[in-house]
């Protein structure tokens, strides 16, 4: 089994900034991409960044020059560093990772695994 957990978010003002983590833990044999999503109320879940083993990143043009992703491999962690906030980037906030795992009694499989979510309130 594989765990995502979210930290970091909370309430802060317009312009401000705030940093998310996201910590896999579990059977992990591997990790492939690591990303971050976000839901406001009433809204679908969207696409807000994304980071590949080797490095590459993928924004959403709404977060582009804003906010950077990041990831530590040897920590099984990943980062969404948040500046310049706006109050439309009020959602909760989820990490997504693809995950290859091996527990005693399976073999390897990969999977895609999601967090619980975080926070993430800006205010005018």
């Known amino acids: 089994q594989v765990q995502l957990v979210e930290s970091g978010g909370g309430l802060v003002q317009a312009g401000g900034s705030l940093r998310l983590s996201c910590v896999a833990s579990?059977?992990?044999?591997?990790?492939?991409?690591m990303g971050w999503y976000r839901q406001a109320p009433g809204m679908q879940r969207e696409f807000v960044a994304a980071?590949?083993?080797?490095?590459?990143?993928n924004y959403a043009d709404s977060v582009k020059g804003r906010f950077t992703i990041s990831r530590d491999n040897a920590k099984n962690t990943a980062y969404l560093q948040m500046n310049s906030l706006k109050p439309e980037d009020t959602a909760v906030y989820y990490c997504?990772?693809?995950?290859?795992?091996?527990?005693?009694?399976?073999?390897?499989?990969?999977?895609?695994?999601w967090g619980q979510g975080t926070q993430v309130t800006v205010s005018s």
């Open positions: 980071i590949t083993s080797g490095g590459s990143t």
């Open positions: 579990g059977s992990i044999f591997g990790i492939n991409a």
């Open positions: 997504n990772a693809d995950i290859y795992t091996r527990v005693t009694d399976s073999p390897i499989r990969r999977s895609d695994y």
